[in-house]
């Protein structure tokens, strides 16, 4: 087979050794004669896989003891839900409008009480994070700390006091280091930097699950999920396997000080190509723009259908922006090589010398 690099957004690329790792045990998972796919969740083998991948978490994001982490099926969109149905009550919540998935989860709050717009960018097509005003009495503020679609990121969080942040890190969590004190709940899809779809991970600030509201419907309630383990039904078995593997890489890899410096590095090789060729163009203004999601445009969407199609066909899969915004998208999330992000700028450079 030939080498292919992998740039799509998610699902999205998984460590070779993870994936190996995971053919390997297929058939035989840890001697015990049968496949992962195939144990009771309720076996001594999945309590284990399940165990462990919630102590790999806690370590690696250094997640503090009054919070708990949680395993959720529903993918991110879910939680746009489940986030104001348990802790809204009817009241009022910052949202900190970024983008398309930001959007979403306003268009959910609405449903459960009153979100107020503490920023926005809609000014400007979305290429920038906008200041927070909080309002005193918010239940809380949600933010999204990687806009996938727009390609721009938080760089740092704000101190919102006592009102709990809540943020959406489905494209960026274990990306870099961060501070799980400064927010109440996180949540984020596992297709991106932590495993195949399937799974959600959310990680809450106990108090918090505490005071969720009544007479929600059990699969709903995040106090299902952190008295019975993420184990009060059958959960996506498979995908919390791959987590684990992908936690154990992260390891062994150096960790999220590792990963945080080697992707910086890899962001920076692809902004410089983007701003020293001058076919290309970013879109997202440069302080804010993604790590993870690096949008840019040619100098025409006719040429930008050819770079796509010809990149493919050079083994650099993925390219296309999402169909909202046109343009082209390379997702250079924890698992891209180095190398892969290399070969991106050398077929940049060739793409342009012959399209001149
Ligand atoms: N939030 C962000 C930032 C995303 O990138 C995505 C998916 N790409 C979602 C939410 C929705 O995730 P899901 O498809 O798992 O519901």
């Given at each position: 087979m030939?080498?292919k690099?992998?740039?799509y ?23 015990c ?60 919540a910052?949202?900190?409008n ?7 989860a ?18 400007k097509n ?11 009495d ?21 101190d ?12 960026d ?8 004190s ?15 779809a399937g799974v ?13 509201a009544?007479?929600l419907?059990t ?15 059958t ?12 936690m ?8 999220l000080e590792?990963m945080?410096a ?12 983007i ?8 879109t ?20 930008e ?20 915004v ?13 190398e ?8 940049m ?8």
């Amino acid at each position: 087979m030939s080498k292919k690099y992998n740039f799509y957004a998610g699902p999205a690329i998984l460590p070779h050794e993870v994936i190996k790792k995971a053919q390997e045990e297929l058939l035989d998972f840890n001697g015990c004669g049968l496949s992962i796919m195939e144990i009771s969740h309720r076996s001594k083998e999945f309590e284990k896989v399940n165990d462990e991948a919630e102590a790999k978490i806690r370590s690696l994001l250094k997640v503090p003891e009054n919070y708990s982490v949680m395993f959720i099926q529903g993918g991110a969109s879910l939680q746009f839900s489940m986030v104001p149905m348990n802790l809204l009550k009817g009241g009022k919540a910052d949202y900190v409008n970024t983008g398309a998935w930001a959007k979403k989860a306003i268009d959910e709050a609405k449903l459960y009480g009153t979100p107020t717009i503490a920023g926005s960018s809609k000014d400007k097509n979305f290429n920038y994070v906008p200041p927070i005003t909080l309002s005193p009495d918010a239940t809380y503020v949600h933010v999204t700390s990687n806009e996938t679609i727009g390609g721009i990121q938080m760089q740092s969080f704000p101190d919102t006091g006592n009102i709990p942040m809540i943020a959406d890190m489905s494209s960026d969590i274990f990306s870099r280091r961060i501070d799980v004190s400064k927010f109440g709940l996180i949540y984020a899809g596992a297709q991106k930097n932590m495993g195949p779809a399937g799974v959600t991970l959310v990680i809450m600030r106990n108090d918090l699950i505490d005071g969720t509201a009544d007479g929600l419907p059990t699969m709903l309630n995040y106090k299902t999920y952190r008295e019975h383990k993420s184990l009060y039904n059958t959960p996506p078995c498979i995908a919390i396997y791959i987590v684990k593997l992908v936690m154990e890489w992260l390891e062994s890899n150096g960790g999220l000080e590792a990963m945080e410096a080697k992707n910086n590095e890899k962001a920076k090789i692809l902004y410089d190509a983007i701003d020293n060729l001058p076919m290309y163009s970013g879109t997202a203004e440069v302080k804010d723009r993604s790590k993870m999601n690096v949008t840019f445009r040619l100098t025409s969407e006719e040429l930008e259908k050819k770079f796509i199609k010809e990149a493919e066909a050079n083994g650099l899969v993925g390219l296309p922006g999402h169909r909202s915004v046109g343009g082209c998208r390379a997702s250079i999330y924890n698992a891209m090589p180095l190398e892969g992000v290399k070969t991106l700028v050398q077929f940049m450079e060739k793409f342009q010398k012959e399209n001149k």
